[in-house]
């Protein structure tokens, strides 16, 4: 433990550097390319004797995994993604998007926090287990797509078989560094919702003979808001968890006191937001489509089907002719995995003993890589995320060098320790 933890802190220029040289490969959707990335880590792995292969089906969008062979049964998967979201508006940013530019105490770029930053931390952890040597078979897997729901990246690696392991550490999401450290033990999961109003068409200048669609969704959305009031029966064993990402908001975003009412009915309750608005064709035409789509997110644990059936309840209530929702509710929301599990608690102690202090269980209100995983390939995740809170998917987005050389310690760490 001594000599991972001092390897670590004479890591710290080269983790650095890494994640810098990540960051300057444009890896942003909508292309969302991989491969200078892939070959980049290839190159490194290689250059320290570890052993690589590429899994693609897309050929500018490869996965590349990198293996230490131990003596054990037990095989313990990492997983981070390589692409990154746009970079937005260029004139938001006071860093260059692609310049991985450093201080001396953050590290600036698109993706430097999602998730640059712990893949770098990853392939140190790579390298130093290999030169010591693992108990445990380790596999770190550096994914693509992973931003647009990883058709060509982890979805596809778990439903083709790829994925087989024991445990999987999933590098995505926020730690809380070394003052909030905290576990990932799910993430919340969509009921991807469309409303649908159909009405007639008509010239602009005679709207009383047709029958204007827009005006009709407009009167139906606040029903489906209303989703947001229906309060999810969870598992007992999820409030504890509940609770802890609740403080967890509390305790590292500023946040309003309307804010901070909507984050306490965060886990309990859906949350809902029409967030695409279609319809009409032209100024002087009475529409006779639109439609609405809503991203509504449910705790994992929950009823998806229950949720469904309210919503088509609270449409119905509304009783507006020519107006119909289409709810595609998942078998189960997110995924979650019992903190109680023997790897929920090494994972624990390993960050505890990183960081001196106890990490909390948390559940992401965003989906990971692990939902896949959970999904297709059936092996457990937990998460532990190098994120700083809020710089994800921002402009001048930066992570902390701190987070990174901590990353890198527990990265090794728990593979070395872990006893299944
Ligand atoms: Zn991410």
């Given amino acids: 433990m001594e000599r991972i933890l001092s390897e670590a802190e004479a890591a710290r220029d080269e983790v650095v550097k890494l994640c810098s040289d990540l960051i300057k490969f444009d890896s942003a959707h909508p292309e969302g390319r991989t491969d200078e990335c892939v070959a980049y880590i290839q190159s490194y792995m290689d250059r320290h004797g570890v052993e690589t292969e590429i899994h693609s089906r897309n050929p500018k969008k490869p996965n590349i995994v990198a293996r230490i062979p131990g003596e054990a049964e037990t095989k313990i998967l990492w997983v981070g993604h390589l692409d990154v979201v746009p970079i937005g508006k260029p004139e938001e940013w006071s860093h260059p998007p692609y310049g991985g530019e450093v201080d001396g105490v953050y590290i600036y770029g698109r993706g430097a926090s999602d998730m640059k930053g712990a893949c770098a931390a990853a392939m140190v952890a790579a390298r130093l287990l290999n030169e010591m040597g693992c108990r445990n078979t380790v596999e770190f897997w550096f994914t693509a797509d992973e931003e647009i729901g990883g058709d060509d990246g982890a979805k596809w690696l778990a439903e083709s078989g790829r994925f087989k392991g024991d445990v999987c550490l999933i590098g995505d999401g926020t730690g809380g560094g070394l003052e909030h450290p905290a576990i990932d033990i799910g993430c919340k999961g969509s009921v991807p919702t469309k409303l649908i109003a159909r009405g007639k068409t008509a010239h602009g200048s ?11 969704l407009m009167r139906a959305i606040p029903y489906v808001e209303r989703i947001a009031e229906f309060r999810l029966s969870l598992p007992e064993e999820l409030e504890e968890p509940i609770r802890q990402s609740i403080e967890f908001i509390e305790a590292t975003i500023k946040l309003t006191d309307e804010q901070r009412e909507a984050v306490k009915r965060l886990y309990h309750y859906p949350t809902v937001s029409c967030n695409i608005i279609q319809g009409g064709v032209k100024r002087n035409v009475v529409p006779d489509y639109a439609e609405a789509v809503f991203d509504i997110r449910l705790t994992p644990g929950s009823d998806p089907q229950a949720v469904k ?11 507006i002719p020519g107006v119909e929702v289409e709810v595609n509710a998942p078998e189960q929301a997110g995924y979650y995995e019992s903190p109680n599990t023997s790897f929920a608690k090494q994972l624990a102690e390993t960050i505890e003993l990183v960081t001196g202090r106890r990490p909390i269980f948390k559940i992401l209100t965003g989906g990971t890589d692990a939902i896949s995983i959970e999904r297709y390939a059936h092996i457990p995740c937990l998460g532990y995320g190098l994120s700083m809170v809020g710089e994800a998917h921002k402009p001048d987005e930066k992570n902390k060098i701190e ?15 872990y006893k299944a």
């Fill in 206 to 216: 005679t709207p009383f003979l047709g029958d204007n669609a827009i005006k009709k």
């Fill in 403 to 417: 987070n990174l050389v901590l990353g890198v310690k527990v990265y090794t760490l728990f593979p070395m320790r």
């Fill in 309 to 319: 059936r309210r919503i088509e309840e609270l449409v119905e209530e509304a009783a």
